[in-house]
């Protein structure tokens, strides 16, 4: 099998993918600040990082992915106290929400899920290191700084160059994030201040809590030791997470922190950054209200490539949310869905339900081996895609003895599990997986029909073929499929 293919952000170049220790590929994801629902931003990062991981697997790796939960920083204290709410009880409940929705995206679990609530002591330690090693100082008010100037290749990582260095470095910056204009001595400890309330912990600085950076540092250290094999999250950790981390542990260690850095970049909604107050805000509660399921989700933030931002496109001209790129991702879902069936009846597989660790086994995936081969190019996800389409319109599953069916539908499977899309299942009947608002429409159609409500029943026609259903007048009532 070929070999794994991925850009790394610090050679700028695309390099192979191999294990240090030439059996498990082990990697660290900056997971998810737990003080809110995740956005479907964010999903795109930890999708797209679940794909990385599949390939991984896929060619013939084993994984050992850890993705931490920050559960202590500036945004989880000032909102657990806004709730009244123990940052304990506060954090549990968003991870909580965080799983069911990577559940539902199709997302496998990471090895280990490390918090930093967990891990102060590891933190303590480093910093203590650090001191000790002159490339950190306390300050009169019980917080310690990392001296930027004592770590000689800081900025490798963002090519930070020596003029915004200088300019930057004057002052110091106790907040978790900042831009690269004030490239600064960051914070490790910061020393206990009235708006943290009883959200401290001793240290030999006095009562405090750690910083945002060093939390990921003490924990890659921590499950992956002084050297692993990548690192990764969105672009925008890049500066100055990411190269406050390299700065942290590689003074700590002596040693490189990770041999390849995957950045992912950001999707944006309607031609812009996400926010509340833009109202472009989506989680995957509101997609699925609006009747979206998660696998269609998933296929959206798949189809196009993790190098390049995404438009996520949820309103049109006037306006209206019409989110014509997850009505795509519903047909194509429903294509590849119908070919799959067609596949494994006559591959007699039809009842066979596949799970990831049984994919693995194959070894042939006959017409689908270019799809796979899109993915270990520098997880092209599009081209995957692509490819998958013109597999379907070379093969008739009609035309193939069971023995050929067979083969191409394991192909086939072998190529969606790398990707995690989970297809539609068909209803008995109900011409496919109709979501809960169009089900909802189409009884309220039938019932303004029976009470001869015309104009009604109309609108409401219309309405559910807007959203890539197609309803049918039946003796009984109606029938439902999408629209092809
Ligand atoms: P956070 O919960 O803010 O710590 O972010 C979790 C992950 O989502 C990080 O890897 C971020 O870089 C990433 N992220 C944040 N916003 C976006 C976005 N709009 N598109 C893609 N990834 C994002
Ligand atoms: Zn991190």
Known sequence: MSALKLFDTMSREIREISPRDGKTFRFYCCGPTVYGPAHIGNFRTF????????????????????RNLTDVDDKTIRDSQGEGKTLTDFTNFWRDRFHEDCGRLNLLSPHVEPSAVEHIPHQIAMIEDLVSKGNAYASEDG???????????????????????????????????????????????????????ENFWESPWGQGRPGWHLECS??????????????????????????????????????????????????????GKMSKSANNFYTLDQLAEKGFSAAELRYVLISASYRQSMNFVARDADGAETFPALLGARQALQKIARFERALAEKAGAADEDLEFETVKTFEDTGAFA???????????????????????????????DEGAALREWKGLRFVLEGLGLELPVEEEGAGGDVPENIRAMAEERLAAKQAKDWAAADRLRDEIAEAGWELKDTKEGYDLCPKS
Not at 155 to 182: H, N
Not at 386 to 398: D, E, L, R, V, Y
């Open 143 to 197: 917080s310690v700084y990392y001296k930027i100037s004592s770590f000689e290749s800081y900025g490798r990582l963002s090519r930070l160059d020596q003029r915004e260095l200088k300019e930057g470095a004057s002052g110091v910056m106790s907040d978790d994030e900042y831009d690269k204009d004030s490239a600064s001595d960051f914070v490790l400890w910061k020393g206990r201040r009235d708006e943290d309330g």
């Open 47 to 66: 999708v797209l990082q679940d794909v990385f991981r599949r390939v991984v697997e896929l060619s013939g790796m084993e994984a050992f992915h850890v």
């Open 218 to 271: 003490a924990m890659c250290r921590e499950y992956l030791g002084d050297t692993f094999d990548l690192h990764s999250g969105g672009v925008d950790l890049v500066f100055p997470h990411h190269e406050n981390e390299i700065a942290q542990s590689e003074a700590c260690t002596g040693h490189t922190m990770a041999d390849h850095w995957f950045h992912l970049t950001h999707l944006l909604v309607d031609g």
């Open 370 to 400: 270019d799809a796979f081969a899109a993915l270990q190019n520098d997880l092209n996800t599009p081209d995957c895609l692509g490819q998958i389409f013109s597999a379907m319109k070379t093969i008739k599953p009609a035309e193939l």
